[in-house]
């Protein structure tokens, strides 16, 4: 097996990435329901016949693990032991999936229909299914997918399908179920269904646990499930959960199994389907509840053209490999293995380290199409026109600046060659002249941008929508187009992130001391380690990673005691402090928010909203112009960073948890982000 | 075949079990052996005049080297090799297997571990005299050892032969004619009281001592520490191997420690008794060996392992001679002082005496086998077995790539007709019943007692077996598989000849970790020989070969083409470190039986606990503080 330890030091220019293939292009010129009939005989684990599903839930079912938790809660509860039994059986019931291959065939039918329409390719990396596939016959697998979409798990499985591989089971949030033949559809193609919050629930815990060990236990199909949790409304990447990472690693670290194979797959799309959706989540407009006559309504999609879709097989990651050195299996030796059990502080910090750095293989591997690109530059052109801040009485269109074509095609070739040499995975098309490339992007994201007079901009107005009402409603439509451009700008992010937080580190910083730009560069680093991938305690080598970076594309001279801007490193170290800009600028909304306004009596619920009112006021006081600090992504982040940082403490009062201001630590925080104030070591070690 | 006469009668004649019983514990030896060095010196040994048993057929003479082979295992006379056809074949007239033919050893050889039975790599026949440094002597303690009349010798031969053990390493280095730090002299004491004055002008010298028993160490127990700048005295134990008395009211034999097991068990049994302590090394191991080792005999389900075994024991060390007032079979007088010296490796002096267990020699005997569909059913079998308490005498379960090594060891046919029935067996096995050749494992089983429970007792075993898909498969694979254990020490040196390297090691573990254990320990290995570029799949395998109410004793056996690697030896340990790393993490023991020595000393403390070190180590402060005893083993 090929695996490679995630722990490699890296190179950027060093990275070799596999070439991809069109999987529809055999799709466009051969029968669809041949397809969907063909023979499918995956290769399996130790070459092991499939289990069929009653027999696994009987085992499950008869497992010691669960047993001694259904003795324990009889004992506690004094319920007899049998009918807590038949609650396990019916959460398993609840909760099992159900592969059937004739279902897996019907979606393999419709997929391919939808998919022709909807896409122009959907590009694998052949070498990442072979070395998949010989993960499979190894060792138990488990498939870690990015989340952008809805379509990312039945796009997995649908792939595993072509290229014959075995089919996952795959964690599905419990929303689903609410789709009444949908989500027994999804149930027959292999999802299983957890409940969204079971934080308390023993019996459920140690159903569903066991449930995923036994799979893997015997190797009966590779699991699927999101780190992230949830999709990702930013397109960033979020903060990873460790519930079934931890899961997942225990038949390994309780010597069960030999080892447990971590494939990171990277599913990248050209144009998301829930763009507009997300941007009105996050600004508080509700999620519609998933819905099988809303799937139906969604069929107006099927009209558009979605671009391609790229997704990577990363290698697989031994978690052996992974463990070596850093955790003791043998703190499992005296206690029966069926005892459920707090894992050991090593322990449960390395699957944080783990999971931490799988998402960011997921990062690396995401191809970037042209359009991420351009959609920064916009951005950033869109903050530094009059932007938000026009939003007067009588919007006049012609204040959105915007940009040259020329000057667009320029700096996107400029910035090309920066996120190229950042090692960034970009798929631009290099045999065609820049300036077809840039308008052929454009014209596949026309909903979010204009070009009229040789000029670019973004198009704050959704068309067709309702004429100039309230101010609120016409920033509503700016910022709904902000945070869609902002969705595309931010999965270039990660590639600009350590560089970024540099180059702000640089500007804040007093002086060019290293010491201190390092003391700032970890200060900022911390506070938004909620909002980004950043491996817990790799300040160190994140700084240097960022200074190499910068020092190599001329930007920097870092010598023993100093770090200093060259010349001709200014458009770089502005545009990368730019990109850090609507987050630094978010945060400090909300904490002069909390400082300000917050009363005593703040609920956490009420949180988001308030601090939404507070920004709209802002941004209409023409006192703000960066509305992405109106996405409840950004300020539930903030919150978490300030929780973390002790600057905002939780009560627990009852029903309702309210939230404590501590106002010097804030007051700290808020002045070191706004470089009013030095950071200062005693603050740092606090942190 | 002698147990064929076994399983066929069964008449209760005392003097003809006595017999049959011979010939069982001397089924792989022909006969013993006489020896012109025969005569026992009595010297001023009060040994009593009415020994109950002729003590003048002794297998091991003080010169070894002139009946067992110096750089392998086991007698001079008996060796696996390939004949000029190819054929694999054993030669001497000492076991059963002794001057047959094995024709389908060379095709699993040469299939197993992609080796070829053209390259050779023969040991060097003798030792080269400059390869031994001369001796550092003491000449005060040599020349009181000489006025004690105790016979010594400082002879290279002799010297090197007491050197080692059977650790891999020790036998490749020898083979190569490489001598590393050995003793400076070998003593013979010939009683109690001669292993008494010996320590007594040790401590007087300051000598250092290290006892000497049969040798079969797999421990590294047995290396001198090169640091050593005292001289290092052997104390061979072999010349005390006489039974002083039996006592048939208690059921007790008084023994000397250096008595080997089969001279042990055939003496016995000419009184028809038995201990029914049959470690696999038995041939050539010391009672006083097993005692300082914990060791385990195959059929410890009947008549339990040496602890059990025990009943009184005499040790002299530095402080003097430690044992207890009575012969009891229990007693509440604190911490157990047996439990010092069960197990203490000759750090903290030397076992002279022993009063042990002995039983009636069994009326009757039979083996048998169970084909199991694949290991998994084949343990839970064990388990079972083991849970009801039944187990018989012996029960051992070997993997499927053992089971077809047994089958690559069976000698030539002789009639049409057995190779006929061998062929319907294996018919109805594979074909008729479904059992995958690549997954079948088999049970190997012993019983022992009066007939008739014996065939009781094997009806009840073969009924839990049934309830695992197990079949009977017959009384010559249960015999071939134990004696695989007897052969597999000689079988290396063969392998050793063609460049495959291979040792074996065991550990305990709990019931429920059995699988996860075995299946892990073996990837393991296969993953580290190939990250260590061996280009050959290792030969990788292990068997369960005992049984507890709590758990079981698994022995892994691991061999792999050493050809094109610089250093076979280096690799072949760092795979085996690793394997023990992964038998810990995976919550089996540090050693069941084989014992720490030096090579597993760096374990000790992750197991022991550092207060449980200490205890050992203030015992072994109080009983030598001088490290007279300084093989540096354990601690």
Redesign the interface.
């Known amino acids: 097996m090929t695996s490679i330890s995630l722990y490699s030091p890296r190179n950027p220019m060093l990275k070799k990435r596999d070439d991809f293939e069109d999987m529809l292009e055999e799709r466009r010129s051969s029968s669809d329901l041949k397809y969907a009939f063909k023979c499918y005989t995956p290769v399996l684990y130790k070459g092991l016949p499939p289990c069929k599903t009653t027999m696994l839930k009987s085992m499950v079912l008869q497992s010691d693990q669960l047993h001694y938790v259904i003795n324990q809660i009889s004992k506690e509860t004094g319920e007899v032991a049998g009918a807590i039994q038949e609650e396990a059986s019916a959460i398993l019931e609840e909760m099992a999936h159900r592969l059937q291959l004739s279902t897996v065939r019907f979606f393999a039918f419709a997929l391919t229909k939808a998919f022709k329409t909807l896409f122009r390719s959907i590009s694998v990396n052949e070498e990442g299914i072979q070395r998949l596939q010989q993960a499979i016959q190894d060792h138990p697998v488990v498939l870690l997918p990015s989340h952008r979409s809805y379509m990312d798990f039945l796009l997995m499985s649908y792939i595993l399908y072509t290229y014959d591989l075995a089919l996952p089971v795959i964690a599905a949030g419990m929303d689903f179920m609410g789709m009444k033949i949908v989500g027994e559809m999804l149930r027959m193609s292999g999802a299983f269904f957890i409940r969204r919050s079971f934080g308390g629930d023993k019996l459920y815990w140690a159903v569903f646990s066991e449930y995923v060990k036994t799979m893997l236990r015997n190797g009966m199909a590779p699991v699927e499930f999101f780190l992230e949790g949830t999709r990702s409304r930013t397109c960033k990447s979020l903060t990873p959960k460790l519930g079934l990472l931890n899961i997942v690693m225990e038949p390994f670290l309780k010597g069960e199994v030999f080892d447990v194979s971590l494939v990171p797959v990277s599913i990248s799309y050209e144009r998301i389907l829930e763009e507009s959706l997300y941007a009105r989540e996050l600004l508080g407009v509700p999620k519609p509840k998933e819905s099988t006559s809303g799937l139906f309504k969604a069929r107006k999609v099927l009209g558009e053209n979605y671009g391609s879709i790229h997704v990577y097989f990363g290698h697989p990651v031994s978690v052996r490999t992974l463990s070596e050195g850093r955790v003791n299996r043998c703190e499992f030796n005296l206690q029966p293995r069926f005892i459920p059990r707090k894992p050991s502080d090593d322990t449960q910090s390395f699957v944080n380290d783990v999971a931490y750095r799988l998402v960011r293989a997921q990062e690396e591997n995401m191809v970037l199409m042209p359009w991420v690109l351009l959609a920064s530059l916009l951005l950033q052109a869109h903050y530094r026109g009059p932007g938000c801040s026009a939003l007067g009485p009588e919007p006049d269109p012609h204040h959105h600046h915007g940009m040259t074509l020329e000057e667009l095609t320029l700096q996107a070739v400029w910035l090309r060659g920066l996120v190229r040499g950042f090692g960034a995975f970009l798929h631009w098309p290099d045999d065609k002249p820049p300036s077809e490339v840039v308008s052929a992007s454009m014209s596949l994201h026309q909903g979010l941008v204009r070009v009229s007079d040789g000029r670019v901009w973004l198009l704050l107005k959704e068309p067709g929508g309702p004429g100039p009402g309230t101010p609120e409603e016409r920033l509503l439509g700016v910022a709904v187009a902000v945070l869609s451009c902002a969705s595309y700008r931010n999965q270039v992010l990660h590639v600009f992130l350590r560089p970024s937080l540099l180059a702000t580190a640089i500007h804040i910083a007093s002086s060019g001391r290293k010491e201190e730009v390092f003391n700032t560069f970890s200060f900022l680093r911390n506070m938004l380690a909620n909002e980004f991938i950043l491996c817990p305690g790799a300040a160190v080598q994140d700084f240097e990673e960022a200074c190499q970076q910068l020092v190599k594309s001329g930007a920097l001279q870092v010598s023993q005691q100093q770090v200093t801007a060259t010349d001709r490193g200014q458009p770089t170290l502005a545009f990368l402090t730019d990109m850090l800009e609507p987050f630094l600028q978010g945060y400090q909304v909300v904490c002069r928010y909390l400082c300000e306004e917050a009363s005593e009596s703040l609920t956490e619920k009420d949180f988001v909203p308030a601090v939404r009112n507070f920004t709209v006021k802002l941004i209409l006081a023409g006192n703000l112009r960066y509305c992405e600090a109106l996405s409840s992504d950004l300020q539930k982040n903030a919150l978490a960073a300030l929780l973390r940082l002790g600057a905002v403490h939780r009560v627990n009062g009852g029903e309702q948890v309210t939230l404590k201001v501590d106002k010097m630590v804030l007051n700290s925080l808020t002045d070191t982000l706004g470089g009013k104030l030095p950071t200062q070591k005693s603050l740092l070690a606090r942190l | 075949m002698a147990s064929d006469g076994i399983s066929n009668s069964g008449i209760p004649d005392r003097q003809q079990i006595a017999q049959q019983r011979l010939r069982i514990i001397a089924g792989h030896l022909q006969k013993p052996l006489d020896t012109s060095d025969g005569r026992i010196r009595a010297l001023e040994c009060n040994a009593p005049d009415n020994q109950p048993s002729g003590a003048t057929t002794k297998t091991v003479p003080r010169r070894r080297q002139e009946v067992m082979k110096w750089n392998g295992w086991g007698y001079s006379d008996s060796r696996f090799h390939f004949n000029k056809k190819g054929q694999a074949e054993f030669t001497g007239k000492r076991y059963r297997l002794s001057g047959m033919i094995m024709p389908s050893l060379k095709d699993w050889f040469e299939g197993t571990f992609g080796a070829n039975i053209q390259h050779k790599n023969f040991a060097s026949a003798v030792l080269s005299p400059g390869a031994v440094r001369p001796p550092t002597l003491n000449e005060a303690f040599t020349e009181e050892v000489r006025s004690t009349g105790i016979p010594y010798s400082s002879d290279a031969e002799d010297r090197v032969f007491r050197g080692h053990g059977h650790c891999l390493h020790e036998i490749f280095a020898l083979r190569e004619g490489k001598v590393g730090r050995v003793p400076d002299m070998v003593v013979w004491p010939n009683c109690h009281n001669d292993v008494v004055k010996i320590v007594e002008l040790a401590c007087k010298h300051n000598v250092c001592l290290i006892p000497y028993g049969g040798g079969t160490s797999v421990s590294s127990a047995l290396e001198c520490p090169p640091e050593e700048a005292r001289s290092i005295v052997s104390l061979d134990t072999s010349q005390m191997n006489r039974i002083l008395w039996i006592d048939e009211k208690n059921l007790t034999a008084h023994v000397e420690a250096g008595i080997v097991g089969q001279d042990l068990e055939r003496l016995l049994g000419e009184s028809g008794y038995c201990t029914g302590h049959e470690p696999d090394s038995m041939e050539f191991s010391s009672l006083g060996g097993w005692v300082a080792t914990r060791a385990s005999g195959m059929k410890k389900n009947i008549y339990g392992n040496i602890e059990d075994l025990l009943v009184h024991v005499k040790m002299v060390t530095p402080r003097g001679v430690v044992e207890k007032s009575c012969l009891v079979p229990r007693m509440s007088t604190g911490p157990d002082i047996h439990h010092f010296i069960l197990g203490s490796e000759g750090t903290l002096g030397v076992v002279t005496e022993v009063t042990i267990k002995i039983r009636p020699l069994p009326e009757y005997q039979k083996y048998g086998s169970v084909v199991f569909p694949n290991f998994e059913m084949g343990v839970a079998c064990l388990r079972e077995v083991a849970k009801q308490r039944c187990a018989p005498a012996s029960i051992r379960l070997v993997d499927n790539e053992q089971f077809q090594f047994g089958h690559a060891l069976k000698p030539q046919v002789s009639s049409m007709f057995t190779s006929f029935l061998e062929g319907l067996k294996k018919f109805y096995i594979t074909k008729f019943k479904g059992f995958d050749p690549q997954h079948l494992c088999v049970a190997t089983l012993l019983f022992e007692g009066d007939r008739e429970k014996v065939l009781q007792h094997e009806k009840q075993v073969y009924d839990i077996a049934a309830k695992f898909g197990g079949l009977a498969a017959g009384e010559d694979n249960g015999q071939r598989g134990y004696m695989l254990t007897f052969v597999i020490a000689y079988l290396r040196d063969l392998g050793m000849d063609h460049f495959v390297i291979g040792e074996s090691f065991e550990t305990s573990v709990p019931w429920?970790?059995v699988l996860?254990?075995c299946?892990?320990v073996k990837?393991?290995i296969t993953r580290e020989c190939k990250d260590k570029g061996v280009q050959f799949t290792p030969f990788s395998t292990c068997r369960v070969t005992q049984t507890y109410d709590a758990g079981a004793c698994v022995y892994f056996y691991f061999a792999f083409n050493s050809r094109g690697l610089g250093d076979p030896v280096r690799v072949y340990e760092q795979v085996e470190h690793a394997a023990r790393q992964e038998i810990?993490?995976?919550?089996g023991s540090l050693s069941h039986h084989h014992g720490v020595g030096k090579l597993r000393k760096a374990w000790m403390r992750?197991t022991l606990s550092e207060v449980g070190m200490g205890m050992l180590k203030s015992v072994k402060d109080y009983v030598d503080p001088e490290n007279i005893f300084g093989s540096g083993n354990l601690l």
């Open positions: 429920d970790r996860d254990v299946r892990n990837e393991r810990l993490a995976n919550g992750e």
